[in-house]
């Protein structure tokens, strides 16, 4: 078992301060990583997802302060403390770097001692607020609820979406429980990747555990990303069948009478709904929404999108009218 106290990234441009910030974390049991500018940091961040990241500003390609404020721009990396070092004590550069989402503040020359505190300090404070699920790497449930309040806070409307695989027991059933890690783990590759294909700054893919989850974005761009990825799994889920229950379209697994039954192979229900500040007075009606819609999708067979259009987003009148289907084929 590692004896690590956590995995700390530093990104400095001048070699003989970022050797010194290696050796005094390695000397004090912390896993590190090294940058020699804001977009090595931001790369390695992304691929690497460490625990508290040290960043100083005045760096070639990007600095400090930008490369703060794109890691907390994106979902992936948006919980992770940051700390600025600096020589730049000014209270207006110090301004600066907390607007950009900096945790912390810390001025050249740093007293080791105080450096270490404080790096801790970020380290517990993260790991009793982060949710970060342990399969798949994204933020978890209570992630989930702290972006949702974060744009409610600041007034912005915004779609939720969730996803729930169809047929994912019985696929477990068949195979165990480490191939069901694998269809989970190959779902949250795809959402990814939708995302950062097709979406935007701003967009946040999170795993509430098992089989579900779910994304916020844009109203506008809601239903295309839904549709996005549903296209996506539909491509998937088959390649993690054996050919012999691929090709006969189902897997043969005992119900929970325990009398052998045949389910068909994995699909998606995906269910869109709109929080509009506006008109919205509680998180509880999307939530609402969403498990009548979730509800909706799974009495109908395949991959589905359900959207509600009862209420509107900017401006239009708000109709009480069925929500739209889209069936895979």
Known sequence: MSNFEGRILVADD???????????????????????????ALEIALREQPDVIVLDVMMPRMDGYEACRRLRAHYRTRHIPILIATAKGG??????????????YVTKPWVNKELLQRVRNHLEWSRSQRAVNPLTGLPGNLSILAERQRRVDAGEAFAQIFLDLDNFKAFNDRYGFPIGDTAIRAVAEELVEVVESRGEEGDFVGHIGGDDFQILTDPARAEALAEAFKEAIDVRMPKLYEPEDREQ????????????????????????????????????????????????GKGLPGSVVVTERRRAIEGEQAEDVPPPIRKSA
């Not at 001048?14 to 804001?38: I, M």
């Open 91 to 104: 209270d207006d550069d110090k301004l600066i770097g907390l607007e950009g989402g900096a945790n912390d």
């Open 249 to 296: 379209g189902f897997v043969r697994v005992r119900n929970r009478r325990h009398e052998f039954e045949d389910f068909p192979l994995m699909s998606v229900t995906i269910a869109v709904a709109l929080f509009d500040p506006a008109s919205d007075g509680h998180l509880a009606q999307v939530d609402d929404v969403l498990r009548e819609l979730k509800q909706y």
């Open 14 to 40: 001048e070699p003989n301060l970022r050797e010194a910030l290696r050796f005094l974390f390695t000397r004090n049991h912390f896993e590190v990583l090294v940058a020699e500018d804001g977009q090595e």
